[in-house]
Each structure stands twice: as structure tokens, then as C-alpha cells.
């Protein structure tokens, strides 16, 4: 059997044609218009008889002549667009009693497209695979053509994991404690761009944070209190100032609720701005090991000499240096 493409003229290739008396003498001398054409299709109706005329030799429908330099008796035979157009079984028989056998050839047209991607190995077109059901059901018609209306119902064989998934991604919620979210260098670069107005809410840790990188780039963070006052720190054995000491001041013993913080001058003091009550303070420099933290308190009066503290130096302790609180109302 062979394949025709539907509404297109085409020549095709028809014999052997055989001698009618002996049967296997080739006959490559007939004449065209005495051969009677049949051409029937089936498209699963009733047969269609397309052709039923007779050859011609130039210039008709259906032009039939000897293919040259052939010895086996093979013609070249023409078709119409219109005898084509069809799908389905088509069946051709040749005819002409006097000079040959009767020559018969089966076909199938097939639709262009099926055509030209089976037989002329088409790179503009290809088989039409519409998928329109899955296990005997049809499919769902997709909210964009070509892309599947895709209904997730299980992720590695559990039906959990779909709906924890959809949780995840939909923002209402499932504890993903134990998954890890890469971030994309845009969304870090996105964090460390912000300003750092966005990150200073009270009681957060960028507030926190913000607080002591100010007090280590400053030297100073004097508070927001209503008392002014100099916490100095010197030497106890010749009154030299002691420089570079980092000072932190909170309201609790827990280092947690820090409201001022500062670095010693070269004179050895760090100005505050303190609300009246006690305080703590802790005293750090690298070398030096302090006994933290100290306490202090302050009233709405006079402040001077207020609070006291001591702190050993770690490489000679032979040496002690002293802590004091001067204020002013």
C-alpha cells in the first residue's frame, strides 16, 4: 500500500503492465487513451468513484506515458488536486483487455500534515498529538491555550506534601523548621541596602545593633535621660586618665536593657545623659579584666561623686585603678 497526500496533484508510478496472452512480456508501447482508469475512494461511507475515464497522452487530467529507458512496462501517471481530496482507502485499476493484464494499486490519503512529517520528513510540520483524554477521561480545557490545566495531587507519592507545599507557597502558613530556603544575591543585597531607619523598631535586634555600631563609630551614645553626667576612669596609683575603655550603661543587671554606651576619651571620660534611679555598668579594654558590673545611682540633685568603682589591669595587679561618677542636675 502506499501513501497519497490529501488535495494535492501529484504523478505516481503505475504497472508492471504485462502482456495479456502469456503474462509476463512487459508492454512498454501502449497507447494512453485506451486505458480505462478506475479510482475509487472509501472513507468509511459509501465508495466514492473518483476517476472513471480514460487516460490521456498530453495536456489532460490524467496524462499517462511510458517512463523512459523502463523495461519492466511502468507508466507515469497524473492526478488531480480534486481526485485527491479525500481520506481514507482509495483503490486504482487500470484496464484495457486487448493489449495487457488488469493493473491495480491500493492507496491511503492521509491529511498534508501527516504527510509531509511521515513521508517527506517535514521540518515545518509535524504530527497533530493532541492529548484530549487521560486514562478514558477528557482533559480540562486550560485557561491558556497550550499550557495544561495541571491538577497536583501527589509530590513523590504523597498527598501530604501537594497540600504542604501549597501552604508554603501561598503564605498561610506549614512549620517548615527543618527546610532551608536559598536566597538570591539580589534579596541579600536587598537587606544591606536598606536604610537604616528600616531596622531600628524598639526592642528588635536591628535596633540593637544599631545602637552599638553607632556607639563603636561615635565613641559616644549619651542617652536620653534627663541628668547629664561624666563618668571618668583613672589611675589609681597617679590619677592618669584611662583611654579607649568601652563603658555600656543599662537599667538591669542582665546587660539587657543597655540605654547609653560610650568610649573613654583621652582624658579618660564618657559623657552620659542618665534618668534618675540606679544603674549598671560594665567597663571593658582589651588586657584589662574588670569586675562587672558596678552600680549607681542618681537623684534629681546634686550628683557629684555619686558612684564609685574599681578594676584590676590583668598584667600587673599590683597597679589599681579607680572608677568615678560625677553628675549635674
Known sequence: ??????????????????????????????TATNEALTFIVDTGGVPTLVIDTTATASGGDNDMVHITNDNAGYYDLELTAAQTNYLGRA??????????RPVTHEFTILPANVYDSLILGSTTDYLQVDVTQLLGTAWLTPLN??????NV?????DTSAADNMEKYFDGT????TNNTVELSAAAVDAIWDEPVAAHTTVDTYGS????????????????????????????????MPISGARVIVSTDGNHSNIVASG?????????????????YLWRYKSGVNFSNP???TFSDLALSAVGTGTLVETESSSRIRKASFVGSS
Open 1 to 30: 500500500m502506499r501513501f497519497l497526500r490529501q488535495n494535492t496533484a501529484t504523478r505516481i508510478t503505475v504497472g508492471p503492465f504485462l502482456d495479456v496472452t502469456n503474462g509476463y512480456a512487459a508492454e512498454t508501447g501502449l
Open 91 to 100: 483503490i486504482l485499476t487500470i484496464q484495457y483487455d486487448t493489449d495487457h
Open 263 to 279: 568610649i573613654t576619651n583621652q582624658y579618660g571620660i564618657v559623657p552620659f545623659n542618665l534618668d534618675a534611679g540606679t544603674v
Open 145 to 150: 491555550a497550550g499550557t495544561p490545566a495541571v
Open 173 to 176: 502558613g506549614y512549620n517548615n
Open 294 to 296: 558596678i552600680t549607681a
Open 153 to 157: 495531587r501527589q509530590i513523590s507519592e
Open 208 to 239: 540593637y545593633i544599631d545602637t552599638e555600631l553607632t556607639s563603636v563609630i561615635s565613641g559616644v551614645l549619651l542617652g536620653t535621660g534627663t541628668l547629664a553626667c561624666t563618668y571618668t576612669l583613672t589611675l589609681s596609683d597617679n590619677g
